[in-house]
């Protein structure tokens, strides 16, 4: 699995999430609960095969991502 982005923001993980959903990939977020803490950033993993799609879906969407 890779990591797919890293944000404090507690709605970009849903967000990308259903977008990816959408589209077949299977996500897993970590650190959810953690980030409400504010220094700890959810992030959010993709199998190493959907990696460069679902990097493409995000960012036809607007969500900026890890490079």
Do not use: W
């Amino acid at each position: 699995m890779k990591v797919l982005l890293r944000t404090s923001d507690p709605t970009i993980i849903p967000f990308a999430t259903a977008l990816l959903a959408a589209e077949g990939i299977e996500t897993f977020a970590a650190d959810v609960h953690m980030s409400a803490l504010a220094i700890v950033p959810q992030r959010l993993f993709v199998g190493d095969e959907d990696e460069f799609m679902a990097r493409a879906i995000l960012r036809d969407n607007g969500v900026r991502l890890d490079d």
